[in-house]
Nanobody, 116 residues
C-alpha cells in the first residue's frame, strides 16, 4: 500500500533552517509528482510547493518563494523540503502528498515549531 512518512520536524529558533524528508513506498515514486503542504494552528492546509516526477520542474506558492526549496531523490524514493530563515509564522504541521489516479495520499505530517 502507498505510504508517505515525513520526518525532520523540530523546534527551531527564528532564522534557523530545517530539511524535511518524506519517505515514499508502495508505488513507483519516480512516476509521480509530489507536493508539500502545511497546516498552521487554526488555519486551513495550504500548498507549499510541488515538484514534477523527474524533479526537473518545481512550483511554489507565492508566499513560499525564496526560503523554501523542494527536491527529490528518485533513487531513494524520498522527497525533501529545505526551509531557510525560519519565521514564527512557519510554525505548522508539514505534510507530503501525492495523487495516483483520483486518490490523494497524505503522510501523517511532521511538526515544525519556530520559537525563541
Amino acid at each position: 500500500q502507498v505510504q508517505l512518512v515525513e520526518s525532520g520536524g523540530n523546534l527551531v529558533q527564528p532564522g534557523g533552517s530545517l530539511r524535511l524528508s518524506c519517505a515514499a513506498s508502495g508505488f513507483l515514486f519516480s512516476n509521480y509528482a509530489m507536493s508539500w503542504y502545511r497546516q498552521a494552528p487554526g488555519k486551513e492546509r495550504e500548498l507549499v510547493a510541488r515538484i514534477s516526477s523527474t524533479g526537473g520542474s518545481a512550483n511554489y506558492a507565492d508566499s513560499m518563494k525564496g526560503r523554501f526549496t523542494i527536491s527529490r531523490d528518485n533513487a531513494k524514493n524520498t522527497l525533501y523540503l529545505q526551509i531557510n530563515s525560519l519565521k514564527p509564522e512557519d510554525t505548522a504541521v508539514y505534510y507530503c502528498k501525492t495523487q495516483i489516479g483520483w486518490i490523494h495520499y497524505w503522510g501523517q505530517g511532521t511538526q515544525v515549531t519556530v520559537s525563541s
